[in-house]
């Protein structure tokens, strides 16, 4: 049976967090966890249901918090404002993507030597910075992530296996940035896949996505789930 525990973390300054840990507690046994990070409305019922997805493949799933308890959007300009902290940010991105990593591996259940990141749209940003800053982690998936690269310097080589799931027409990622992103994780020496996929736009997983250059393509949505377990049924032993 699932378990879902709502879960409160604090960082250095005390301010406090909210997301959910998942796993199936029909065996005691560790097993790799996985941040589940999520969009730029903040942490939700979506990113949730992921989290319960992973926990009911055998991993612990924790759907993560960038911005801080009680603040979430219900609206683009809420939710562009919230994101906005973070891009103009980035050190302060990475710190608490690290401090949901650590949050994770005290779990009693999670393998600290099995780590894995997915995120969605902003949360794809979020996890390939986790990524570049060569964080231990077996893996991170980005779904119709963006692609800038931070300022922050990072010479070490990135550690983690990096996917990219993404939609060829996306307008938050070009092609252009798309190819950049590739040339970065090559010099980085990343063991990395980008899986593009046509006739596809930005929240290709996103069912209520309905406008131009940003809706739900189902075909899409299972085929990059499908590429993700994969890639983690792959790295994790």
């Avoid at 404002?81 to 005290?106: H, S, T």
């Avoid at 780590?115 to 077996?138: E, I, M, N, P, T």
């Avoid at 692609?147 to 060829?168: C, E, F, N, Q, R």
């Amino acid at each position: 049976m699932i378990k879902t525990e709502t879960i409160t973390y604090h960082d250095a300054q005390g301010n406090a967090f909210e997301g959910t840990i998942n796993w199936d507690d029909a065996t005691q046994q560790k097993r790799p966890g996985i941040l589940v990070v999520h969009t730029f409305k903040g942490q939700g019922e979506f990113d949730n249901q992921k989290a319960v997805a992973l926990a009911s493949m055998g991993y612990v799933g924790f759907a993560i918090d960038l911005y801080g308890k009680g603040r979430r959007a219900s609206v683009k300009e809420e939710a562009q404002a919230l994101m906005d902290e973070l891009n103009n940010d980035r050190p302060l991105l990475l710190q608490r993507m690290e401090l949901a990593l650590d949050v994770l591996k005290k779990h009693a259940l999670t393998d600290t030597g099995q780590l894995g990141a997915v995120g969605f749209c902003f949360g794809g940003k979020a996890v390939l910075d986790l990524a570049r800053s060569g964080a231990h982690l077996q893996g991170v998936v980005s779904f119709h992530g963006v692609y800038d690269a931070p300022v922050m310097s990072h010479p070490t080589p990135i550690k983690a296996a990096v996917l990219v799931l993404h939609g060829w027409e996306d307008p938050l990622a070009t092609p252009e940035q798309t190819v950049a992103l590739a040339h970065e994780l090559t010099e980085r020496k990343a063991d990395w896949q980008i899986l593009a996929f046509g006739h596809t736009g930005h929240a290709f997983t996103n069912p209520s996505a309905n406008q131009p250059g940003m809706f739900y393509q189902p075909d899409t949505d299972r085929r990059a789930w499908q590429a993700m377990k994969q890639l983690f049924e792959e790295k994790f032993h």
